[in-house]
């Protein structure tokens, strides 16, 4: 079992930053990832690390604002986001997977088995 506690959510207003951390009870050695879902929408990836390799990946609408981090030595992931725009307004879950599922589609949240509770992060114009 894999515990994940996320904090650094809050309000800010639109081009405003904030980082979000991901404490880990123990890490995997696949994918760990940032998700968000907005208020009637579905979940959606922002951002995958693969945790073994350091390799990174962005989702279109976070690229060039985001950056997705870890600390190996703290168990903890990192999502670094600037420039926020409104909508980016959502709940922000870590996710970890414990196997090579992610591999093939690191947005899929099914294959992440997982979770963080969230962090609410709320971005006005």
């Known amino acids: 079992q894999v515990q994940l506690v996320e904090s650094g959510g809050g309000s800010v207003q639109a081009g405003g930053s904030l980082r979000l951390s991901c404490a880990a009870s123990?890490?995997?050695?696949?994918?760990m990832g940032w998700f968000r879902q907005a208020p009637g929408k579905g979940r959606e990836g922002v951002a995958v690390?693969?945790?073994?390799?350091?390799?990174?990946s962005y989702a279109d609408p976070v690229k060039d604002r985001f950056t997705i981090s870890q600390d190996n030595a703290k168990n903890t992931l990192y999502l670094q986001m600037n420039s926020l725009k409104p909508e980016d307004t959502a709940m922000y879950y870590c996710?970890?997977?414990?196997?090579?599922?992610?591999?093939?589609?690191?947005?899929?949240?099914?294959?992440?088995?997982?979770w963080g509770q969230g962090t609410q992060v709320t971005v006005s114009a």
């Open positions: 996710a970890a997977a414990s196997g090579p599922y992610c591999n093939l589609a690191p947005y899929d949240s099914r294959r992440y088995n997982y």
């Open positions: 690390i693969w945790t073994g390799s350091g390799i990174t």
């Open positions: 123990r890490y995997t050695s696949y994918c």
